[in-house]
C-alpha cells in the first residue's frame, strides 16, 4: 500500500506540493481495493459516497441512454473516478462505474474527505485543483470522441494504451456515438493493413 500512496503523492506534487501530514492522515482513511474486470464500482440506480483514484487498469463510466447502459468515458491510472453529480447532490443516480480490466485502486469515503478538510485547509485546495484537472482530461476525452471513429480510434489508443483488448465494438460505437457497421468497417480495415 505504502508504494502507491507514494505513487499517488508523486502525482498529486505535480499539481500542488502539500505536507507529508496530510499523506499519512489521508492514509488512515485510504482503503486500497483490488476489482476483476467486469466488476461493478457505483451501481447505476445508487448514491455515490466515495472517490476513487485508480492505481492501475481501466475505469468505464457508463451512462443510461435508450434505457440501457452505454460506455461514456474509460479512466486510467491517476485519474480520480466517482459519480460527481451524485457524489454533491447526495441522490441516487443511473450513472454506473465499472472496471474495464482488472484494476487496483484508492476507495477515498465522503465523510473522510470532509474531516480531512477540517484538518488540512490545504487539502481543499488540492482538491479544488484535482476538480479541474478531472474536468481537464475529460474534455481532452471528448475533444477525441468527437472526432469520426477512424481519426479518433487511434487518438484514442494513443492516451489509452492497451484498451483495445479490452473493449468491443459496442462499446467503441458508445463512446464515439457512432454505428456498429462504422466501427467494424474501420477496425477490419484496420486489420487489413488499410488506414
Avoid at 443516480?93 to 477540517?118: C, G, H, M, N, Y
Avoid at 481519426?151 to 458508445?174: R, V
Avoid at 454505428?179 to 488506414?195: A, D
Wanted: aromatic share 12%; hydrophobic share 35%.
Amino acid at each position: 500500500m505504502e508504494t502507491y500512496i507514494q505513487q499517488m503523492k508523486e502525482d498529486y506534487d505535480s499539481i500542488l506540493p502539500v505536507s507529508e501530514d496530510l499523506y499519512r492522515s489521508i492514509s488512515l482513511f485510504l482503503d486500497l481495493k483490488r476489482r476483476k474486470r467486469g466488476e461493478v464500482l457505483k451501481p447505476s440506480g445508487s448514491v455515490e459516497t466515495l472517490s476513487r483514484y485508480i492505481c492501475e487498469g481501466y475505469v468505464g463510466i457508463y451512462y443510461p441512454q435508450k434505457e440501457e447502459l452505454h460506455l461514456r468515458y474509460v479512466l486510467s491510472p491517476t485519474d480520480t473516478v466517482f459519480d460527481m453529480h451524485s457524489y454533491l447532490s447526495e441522490e441516487k443516480s443511473l450513472v454506473e462505474i465499472r472496471a474495464l480490466t482488472d484494476i487496483l485502486f484508492f476507495e477515498f469515503p465522503k465523510e473522510a474527505e470532509i474531516q480531512v478538510v477540517s484538518q488540512f485547509p490545504e487539502f481543499a485546495q488540492l482538491g479544488i485543483l484535482i476538480n479541474h484537472r478531472i474536468q481537464q482530461r475529460l474534455d481532452r476525452q471528448n475533444a477525441i470522441l468527437r472526432m469520426d471513429f477512424k481519426e479518433g480510434y487511434p487518438a484514442f489508443l494513443q492516451s489509452h494504451p492497451g484498451i483495445e483488448f479490452y473493449l468491443k465494438n459496442w462499446d467503441w460505437a458508445s463512446l464515439f456515438q457512432c454505428s456498429l457497421r462504422t466501427v467494424s468497417r474501420v477496425l477490419n480495415s484496420r486489420k487489413g493493413g488499410g488506414s
